[in-house]
């Protein structure tokens, strides 16, 4: 296995649940919609920065 597979392997449970949340705070009737500068938008990128930290 090489190194990039095994980041892959290691981290995609990571990036898995990091975009089943953003998933579920944008959800819409559309799909997974964030209009810029909108509270849902404010309310994902808060998400993703409270995870990076």
Not at 10 to 27: C, G, I, N
């Amino acid at each position: 296995m090489t190194a990039s597979q095994r980041f892959r392997q290691q981290t995609a449970p990571f990036a898995q649940s990091l975009f089943d949340e953003v998933r579920k705070l944008s959800r819409s009737q559309f799909g997974v919609t964030r209009l810029g500068y909108s509270e849902t938008e404010t309310r994902v990128m808060k998400h993703i920065e409270s995870v990076a930290m």
